[in-house]
């Protein structure tokens, strides 16, 4: 891992003007091996992403609740990992490793919105498909487009309300620390283990955390518990068969998205030794993963999501004049 100038500093009890990141440890003396990956990691999850909002905004078909929570999670992954690059890019292509305070609140603010709309959308699908499967004569009045639009405001709300105290309080905290992050991107956990003991901010990043990450897995594997009841009361195989199908890339997508951040919380909170580089990769794993594998989840089990791709990407037929 790289030293840095500012490692062993004395402690202050005042904002820094920089971060000081940590890459992919052993390859500070070769940057240049880990462009190729995040680039084209990046790309394609943004081209994956992009044909999903594409083909549901182009498609008055598909205008429906399932399709608009997956519209969501598309605009998520593409801002999470749009919100990822500037530092990786940056550590990746010129070893910056410092990076001034404001950019980095900044950085962490977006990263922590798309965080949890992400994981807010994830609730939503599990809300919808329990309806779907659990009250399935009651899911068109129950789930009409006025209640999409009302949660798709909740969900805004939430991620904006949480997370926009967050920078200011950050800001005026006063570090006891010295200001070097364990990861490539800035987070408030991270953050808020360099300040001062007793500084009250850190307990409203408790709240958010425990308020959003902690309570969406809970709430998403209640409703699966639901689903299962059902499913386990239909009467032949078939039947539960295509229903679970219809979980089956909401599902993945959830445990892609929560699997990698409960193990980095469990790593962190029993202080198991696990080595440096394992560590980092599982936060790239939890981070740049999903919005990579989603579009392909879902283009494969969906079947309307993967005829409408296939029909967008067929060159038009012109009728030659007689």
Known sequence: MSTFP???????????????LVGMPGLSAVPSWWTIPLITIYLLSALGNSTILWVIALDSTLHRPMYFFLFLLSVSDVGLATALMPTLLGLAFAGVHAVPASACLLQMFFVHVFSVME?????????????????PLHYPTLLTNDVVSKIGL????????????????????????PQVLTHSYCLHPDIVHLACPGAWSAVYSLFVVLSAMGLDPLLIFFSYGLIGRVLQGLGSSEDRWKAGQTCAAHLSAVLLFYVPMILLALIDRL?????????????????????????????VKMKEIRERILKRLQPKKVACAQ
């Open 6 to 20: 500012n490692q062993t500093a004395p402690n202050n009890t005042s904002m820094a003007p920089t971060f000081l």
């Open 271 to 299: 202080q198991v030794p696990v080595p440096q580089p394992a560590h980092t990769l599982l936060s790239y794993v939890h981070f740049l993963l999903p919005p990579l594998i989603n579009p392909i989840l879902y283009s």
């Open 119 to 135: 994981s807010s959308v994830l609730l939503a699908m599990a809300l919808d498909r329990a309806l779907a499967i659990c009250r």
């Open 154 to 177: 909740a969900i805004a709300f939430r991620c904006l309300g949480l997370h926009l105290p967050l920078p200011f309080l950050l800001a005026h905290m006063p570090y006891c620390h």
